[in-house]
Nanobody, 119 residues
Framework: QVQLVESGGGLVQPGGSLGLSCVAS????????MAWFRQAPGKQRELVAQ???????NYVDSVRGRFTISRDSAKNTVYLQMNSLKPDDTAVYYC?????????????WGQGTQVTVSS
């Protein structure tokens, strides 16, 4: 089994910065991609940023230029640096990992971490 542990959420003022991290542990053969999703109250969960095995990244338009996703492959850790935060960025942020384990390719989710942008 694979466990994802997120950290770094909290309260920040508009225009501020916050960093999230997510560590994947367990019997992982390889990580295919790592990503961050978010879900605001009353809204659907949306993909925020993704980083693939080859290092390719993609972002939802609303965060491009403000957020940066990165990873430490040796530690199976993904980061999300969030700058110039806006109240609309308020949501629960979820780590999402596609990984190959002994029984095949699966998608795993973290428990979520709250990010609140408010003055």
């Amino acid at each position: 089994q694979v466990q994802l542990v997120e950290s770094g959420g909290g309260l920040v003022q508009p225009g501020g910065s916050l960093g999230l991290s997510c560590v994947a542990s367990g019997s992982i053969f390889s990580v295919n991609y790592m990503a961050w999703f978010r879900q605001a109250p009353g809204k659907q969960r949306e993909l925020v940023a993704q980083i693939k095995k080859d290092g390719t990244t993609n972002y939802v338009d609303s965060v491009r230029g403000r957020f940066t996703i990165s990873r430490d492959s040796a530690k199976n850790t993904v980061y999300l640096q969030m700058n110039s935060l806006k109240p609309d960025d308020t949501a629960v942020y979820y780590c999402n990992v596609g990984a190959t384990i002994s029984s095949g390719l699966y998608v795993f989710w973290g428990q979520g971490t709250q990010v609140t942008v408010s003055s």
